[in-house]
Nanobody, 124 residues
Framework: QVQLVESGGGLVQAGGSLRLSCAAS????????KAWFRQAPGKEREFVAA????????YYAGSVKGRFAISRDNAKNTVYLSMNSMKPEDTAVYFC?????????????????WGQGTQVTVSS
């Protein structure tokens, strides 16, 4: 099993920045692809960004491309999401996900392990 714990969420004004972290523990050697998803109240969970083990495959949702950046430190078993120029529509619970697959996917169904989520609120 793999445990994922997110941190770094909070309240920020529009135009501001936050950096989320997701620390993995347990059988971390078994996971390769990592991703961030988010879910706003009353909406489905949506893809934000994903990264492969070697960071040679990085994908972003169109709504965050150019503003958010995903990165990882494999020595620390941690993946990050740097969020800049934030907008009120970025408000959501942000979830970290991981999977043994080598090619990161866009669907929540493609990930085996999930964190509990961290709340991000952007005020206008």
């Amino acid at each position: 099993q793999v445990q994922l714990v997110e941190s770094g969420g909070g309240l920020v004004q529009a135009g501001g920045s936050l950096r989320l972290s997701c620390a993995a523990s347990g059988r971390t050697f078994s996971v390769s692809a990592k991703a961030w998803f988010r879910q706003a109240p009353g909406k489905e969970r949506e893809f934000v960004a994903a990264i492969s083990w070697r960071a040679d495959k990085i994908y972003y949702a169109g709504s965050v491309k150019g503003r958010f950046a995903i990165s990882r430190d494999n020595a620390k078993n941690t993946v990050y999401l740097s969020m800049n120029s934030m907008k009120p529509e970025d408000t959501a619970v942000y979830f970290c996900a991981a999977d043994p697959t080598t090619v990161p996917g866009y669907s929540p169904d493609e990930y085996s392990y999930w964190g509990q989520g961290t709340q991000v609120t952007v005020s206008s």
